[in-house]
């Protein structure tokens, strides 16, 4: 989805690096999400928020922390980068509005392809 | 915790051929059960989303059904073209969460 933005695109670091993945949405969504996608496993959520003050751990969320510095900002880091956080990963938003014809549908960004050597 | 599961991994059909995809879930309180497909290494582009109040969904050459009471989703491509070849994804809403299959790889030969 256009509206849902990262950067970077693509990203090789080194082991042991700070690394910082961007997230931009237009969308106007209170609800935004960090997924990290490994060949044969599927998408898993590393962080989700529901808004500015509300940030919650995923299935995943060991070695990584976020920020959400606005509503429509959400980043997540990688502290330490390790090997094994070689992966996709992508950013995701939703408007949970029951009234809405498509309520809680997520929205996907380009993802960021990210390489710890 | 909800598992989705799609079956099979992987689809090899001639080109012409309608098919159907598999998907399913364990916990049928969803609200909504999303078809995606992905080009390998790309985003994921969407497909059809279906609500729990809804049976089916359709979008030109794709239908995509949706059985609650069994855990169950499919996704339907009709007249297939090499240009489908991708992996195809569901995914499944319920609470707070959104659950992922792991994919069917499918591959149309001309």
């Known amino acids: 989805d256009a509206d849902v933005t990262q950067t970077p695109r693509n990203r090789i670091t080194k082991t042991g690096k700070r690394i910082m993945l961007e997230c931009s949405q237009t969308?106007?969504?209170?609800?935004m999400y960090w997924y990290r996608q490994d060949p044969g496993l599927g998408l898993r959520l590393i962080y989700y928020s529901f808004d500015v003050k509300d940030i919650n751990k995923g299935e995943i969320s060991d070695g990584y922390s976020v920020s959400r510095q606005a509503q429509a900002k959400f980043s997540l880091s990688l502290e330490s980068a390790i090997p094994n956080q070689t992966a996709l990963y992508f950013c995701a938003t939703s408007d949970f509005e029951p009234a809405a014809a498509n309520y809680n549908e997520q929205f996907f960004g380009p993802g960021t392809r990210l390489t710890v050597l | 915790k909800q598992e989705v599961t799609q079956i099979p991994a992987a689809l090899s059909v001639p080109e012409g051929e309608n098919l159907v995809l598999n998907c399913s879930f364990t916990?049928?309180?969803?609200?909504?059960l999303k078809w995606f497909r992905q080009d390998p290494g790309k985003g994921l582009t969407s497909l059809l989303l279906i609500q729990s109040s809804q049976r089916e969904q359709t979008s030109g050459r794709l239908n995509a059904s949706l059985d609650k009471s069994s855990g169950r989703s499919t996704l339907y491509i009709a007249a297939s073209q090499p240009g489908d070849s991708a992996t195809y994804l569901c995914a499944v809403n319920i609470g707070n969460q959104f659950y992922f299959g792991t994919g069917t790889s499918l591959t149309v030969i001309p």
């Open positions: 916990d049928s309180a969803i609200y909504n």
């Open positions: 969308k106007g969504h209170d609800r």
